[in-house]
């Protein structure tokens, strides 16, 4: 809703689901083996494939 807006950009929306979607990931192997796509995320629904 805020992006319709123009309050917020699409970017710092991937940004803030990113950081959310690892924030709350508590399997560390997961973690540990998959950083390297969290470091280079283009956007949230790139990661989001990551781990389906």
Known sequence: MSV?????DV?????MLCKRFWKYL????LKLS???FYESCK???ELQ????
Do not use: P, V
Request: hydrophobic content about 25%; glycine content about 4%.
């Open 49 to 52: 494939n990551t781990f389906a």
């Open 34 to 36: 998959a950083r390297l």
């Open 26 to 29: 508590y399997n560390e192997k």
């Open 43 to 45: 956007s949230f629904e």
């Open 4 to 8: 319709k807006k123009g309050q917020i």
């Open 11 to 15: 970017h710092q929306t991937d940004t």
